[in-house]
């Protein structure tokens, strides 16, 4: 089955653009949704997180994830340390739920898709772009968080250039309804392809 890799940087929109394909009828797997069940779920990864960050990794055995991102994003070793625990059962999760696919195709939304060599096993790439200050402005409307908080996520991300130039398809994430119809035109092109 072919593997279609969906990323961006933070902020651009890859969840609403997942959501669009999943509106035409693409299983979509969102990784960083799959990588925080298993990390609330699982009690090897549990263990083996309180080790490295320590007992306040968790609250009342719900991850602490304010606490974990800022360690992570202002800590590069904390970050690979991290990524090493939880990404190598992200990747067997995902193997198994390709088994009970059955579409010509399946989206994979990946937010460090390039940053962890993960686009390599991917068939075709798409990135959503977004010009930096309206990302900032959406995060800053979605979340509880600051400025200063986004643009330590983003010093640990490649810049939509380096991305775009790997992607097989782009899609400039300012206005939804041209967002909507590049979606199609990419989800013809690919059953095309195939
Ligand atoms: C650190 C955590 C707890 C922070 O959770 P929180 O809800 O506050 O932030 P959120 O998940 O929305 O992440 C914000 C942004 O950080 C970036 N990010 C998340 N994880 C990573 C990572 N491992 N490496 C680099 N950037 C990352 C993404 O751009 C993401 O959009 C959370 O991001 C997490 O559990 N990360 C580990 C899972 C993971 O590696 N996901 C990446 C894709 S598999
Ligand atoms: N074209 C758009 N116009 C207006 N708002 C948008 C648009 N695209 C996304 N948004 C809003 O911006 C916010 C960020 O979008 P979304 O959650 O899809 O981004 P993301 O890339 O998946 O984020 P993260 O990197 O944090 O996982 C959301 O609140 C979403 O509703």
Known sequence: MI??????GI?????????????LGVPVYIADLEAKNLMNKSKTIKREL????????????????QFIADIIFNDKSYLQKM??????RVAKHFEKWM???????????????????????????ITVTAPKELRIERLLMRDDTTKAKIEAIM????TDDEKTKLSHYVVDNVDLSTT???????????????
């Open 180 to 194: 909507l119809s590049k979606v199609v035109d990419i989800h013809e092109d690919i059953l095309k392809r195939i």
């Open 99 to 125: 088994l009970r696919q059955d579409t010509p195709y399946v989206i994979k939304e990946v937010a460090i898709l390039f940053e962890n060599n993960g686009y390599k096993t991917c068939d075709y790439i």
């Open 50 to 65: 309180v080790e490295l960050f320590g007992k306040k990794a968790y609250i009342k055995g719900e991850l602490n994830k």
């Open 11 to 23: 902020g651009s929109g890859k969840t609403t653009v997942a959501k669009q394909f999943e509106a």
């Open 155 to 158: 010093k640990n991300q490649w």
């Open 83 to 88: 990524n090493s625990i939880v990404h190598p």
């Open 3 to 8: 593997i279609v890799g969906l990323t961006g």
